[in-house]
């Protein structure tokens, strides 16, 4: 194939050789035309357009130096050169490159390439315009570059107006302060020391282009934030019954405010003289009612605030001077003019110079004035064993009293006012000539103690109910004939003593009291017990001597902590046998009852040291009392016993044994066991002898030893 294509171009090349010659027959040479190519190689255009670089706000046009072939531009400072793409013309038919985006952070070299294959080439230089920008972006008084400071102070900066303005606290010496200033990149200033901002500053900013801006300072005083009060005087002028100032204690750290007026002073009516930090306000103002504290408040001129307390108080070396002279016959020792108080006698002060306690017991007092109640801080007030008659309504005024004690005085009444006493916690007014105690002593909620005993009280309020913790009730020796039901209420109490009043009965809610440790009813009138005594499981000591009690309910055997039961001086016929469930018994008292007979459970009270059975009907003895080998002390005198049990001898431990008038004829031997007795009397019986092992006791252990005439050892 390729041997055809040959021969058919050998043919036309033949045919248009002979088609050249002329008629004459001649042959001419072939006309041959030449195509010049260009040789242009020149950049005729360089530019950075908007559309191909995001990092130009408008196109940049480049110088082209054709001599030099170099080709410059200017960008605005800040453009990124690492990836700019310029728009690149040159001449007809000439190729350049390289092509797309270049570094321009080096110079590039560009290579023109004209259409005759000649080249050329160019260099570019790509330059950053200096910056323009000479801004003060913060302006900031540090405090650890300014002693007058307590904390950085940042400027307000208007880029539109270039001025700055800044407060700092009032009071700070702004006449040499140095601020710490961040400008424009590349922009400077001249700031080498602090400058007096008492007048307004200008600061002068240099772009690295060579421009300048010119920032005016002002910095000025904050609002003052002053809110003390200075000084709290009480001008004699503005106030009557002050014959000179009174200048009050302030306490700023604390915000208080106290001071100490004479009693010729009102104390509801002062009108107070007071100065406060500049610029500042207080309220209240004018005259005020200083019975209570008053809270003041200042207000800065900044709109802080703060408040203080003011407490005035009476002198109390007055009032102590008012008691010593309202009881001309009184004993006490005081040196009137000695102004510390603290080391007068019976007073107790505490570090602020306040009484808290006062102890005047005994020092012939007949008056308590009125005055007592200005003892503000007072927590404790003893005054037993003076001949005060009555106590003065000031007394409620003593808020903060803890203990009161007037025992042993005169007093015939109590006012209402002690009602207000709500901190009072022990109250005694024990032998004193009450006849009736006010209502408003349900208000002592607080009261553990009260002893109102020995006084000729015929009733009490039934607000007693009230005081829920009440540990310790003294009643006794009064005349009660009554005992309100609502004080079962009284669940925290442990000692009730009601002994020596005109009691019928118990109160059944009785029961309730179920901490109750100690009962004492002896010497009233009491019939019958109630069975809900039985609940009283916390109860060992249980007094009911004295009385007219015929029966003792079988419940009373549920007191297993009972440790002392004195029953004597009643009219008892019989124990019941659940006596011997209370097996922590150690004190049994049944003499001068009408008991013929005993249980034999007693032989369960293992406990018991003191067992007095005298003064009864009894004809004998169970053995089961052998048992009780812890008993020290047995009495039987005055009983029809016609013979003791044996095992008495067990009892080894016995100290005394009283057995005499009875209808003894003989005495056990066994008895000579106990050789730990002092006294054995057996006097006033039938015994013509006694077993020789008994009259030993004598002889060998000092055992004292009562018979009768006649009687000999066998």
């Known amino acids: 194939m390729k041997t055809t294509v040959k021969l058919i171009c050998l043919i036309g090349v033949l045919i ?50 054709e001599t030099n072939k170099t080709i410059e531009a200017t960008v605005p400072f800040g453009t990124t050169i690492t990836a700019l793409t310029p728009s690149v013309t040159a001449s007809d038919k000439a190729t350049v490159t390289p092509t797309g985006a270049q570094d321009f952070s080096t110079p590039i070299t560009y290579t023109i390439t004209a259409e005759d294959g000649t080249k050329a080439t160019y260099e570019t230089e790509l330059n950053i315009a200096p910056n323009t920008e000479k801004e003060v972006l913060s302006f900031v008084f540090k ?73 005016k300072v002002t910095v000025t005083l904050g609002p003052s934030n002053g809110k003390q009060i200075l000084s709290f005087v009480f001008a004699a002028n503005d106030n009557s019954g002050l014959t000179e100032d009174i200048t009050a204690t302030i306490d700023e750290s604390a915000k208080t405010i106290t001071a100490t007026v004479p009693l010729t002073a009102d104390i509801n009516s002062l009108t107070p003289s007071i100065q406060v930090s500049e610029n500042a306000d207080i309220t209240p103002s004018g005259t005020q009612n200083f019975k209570n504290p008053v809270n003041y408040t200042v207000t800065a001129a900044d709109n802080t605030s703060s408040i203080y307390e003011v407490t005035i108080s009476y002198s109390e070396r007055d009032v102590l001077i008012a008691i010593f002279n309202a009881n001309p016959n009184n004993t006490l020792d005081w040196i009137l003019n000695d102004p510390n108080i603290g080391t007068w006698t019976g007073v107790t002060t505490n570090e602020a110079g306040v009484i808290t306690r006062l102890s005047l017991g005994q020092k012939g007092l007949d008056v308590l004035p009125p005055e007592i109640g200005l003892l503000s801080q007072l927590e404790s007030l003893t005054l037993h064993n003076n001949s005060l008659s009555e106590v003065p309504i000031q007394i409620g005024q003593l808020i903060k009293l803890k203990d009161l004690r007037l025992d042993y005085n005169s007093i015939t009444s109590i006012p209402s006012q002690i009602g207000e006493l709500i901190n009072l916690e022990t109250f005694d007014l024990r032998e004193n000539s009450l006849s009736e105690v006010p209502i408003q002593i ?5 009261l553990n103690t009260l002893r109102l005993n020995s006084n000729a009280l015929t009733s009490i309020p039934e607000q007693i109910g009230q005081l829920i913790n009440l540990e310790t009730l003294w009643l006794n020796h009064n005349s009660l004939t009554e005992v309100p039901t609502r004080i079962g209420q009284l669940t925290n109490l442990e000692s009730l003593w009601l002994q020596y009043n005109s009691l019928s009965e118990i109160p059944i809610q009785i029961g309730q009291l179920i901490k109750l440790k100690t009962l004492g009813l002896n010497n009233n009138s009491i019939t019958s017990i109630p069975s809900q005594i039985g609940r009283l499981s916390n109860l060992e000591d249980l007094v009911l001597s004295r009385n007219s009690l015929t029966s003792i309910p079988s419940q009373i055997g549920q007191l297993t902590n009972l440790r002392s039961l004195l029953l004597y001086s009643n009219s008892l016929t019989e124990i019941p046998e659940e006596l011997g469930q209370m097996t922590n018994l150690e004190s049994l008292i049944l003499s001068s009852n009408s008991l013929s007979s005993f249980p034999l459970q007693i032989g369960q009270l293992t406990n018991l040291r003191s067992l007095w059975l005298y003064d009864n009907a009894l004809t004998e003895i169970p053995e089961e009392l052998g048992q009780l080998t812890n008993l020290v002390s047995l009495r039987l005198e005055k009983n029809n016993l016609t013979a003791i049990p044996r095992k008495l001898g067990d009892l080894v431990n016995l100290g005394n044994l009283t057995l005499q008038n009875n209808q003894l004829t003989e005495i056990p031997s066994e ?14 019986n039938y015994l013509t002898s006694i077993p020789q092992s008994v009259c030993d006791l004598l002889t060998n252990y000092g055992t004292e030893i009562i018979i009768d005439d006649g009687v000999t050892c066998k």
Do not use: R, W
Not at 33 to 57: A, M, R
Not at 149 to 161: G, R, V
Not at 671 to 683: A, M, R
């Open 16 to 65: 248009l050789a002979s088609c050249s010659k002329d008629d004459d027959g001649n042959v001419t040479s072939p006309v041959t035309e030449t195509i010049v190519k260009s040789g242009e190689k020149q950049i005729t255009g360089f530019v950075f357009n908007t559309t191909h670089n995001n990092e130009l706000s408008e196109a940049i046009i480049a110088n082209i130096d």
């Open 143 to 215: 405090a650890e570059d300014n002693e007058a400071l307590d904390e950085d102070i940042a400027a307000s900066i208007d880029q539109t107006t270039n001025t700055i303005s800044a407060s700092v606290p009032f009071g700070t010496d702004i006449s040499s302060l140095l601020p710490t200033i961040e400008l424009s990149p590349e922009a400077s200033m001249d700031l080498n020391t602090a400058k007096d901002f008492s007048t307004v500053q200008e600061f002068i900013v240099t772009a690295q282009d060579g421009s300048t801006v010119i920032y």
């Open 442 to 446: 349900g208000q002592l909620t607080k």
């Open 671 to 684: 008895i000579g066991n106990l050789t730990n007795l002092t006294l054995l009397s057996l006097q006033e």
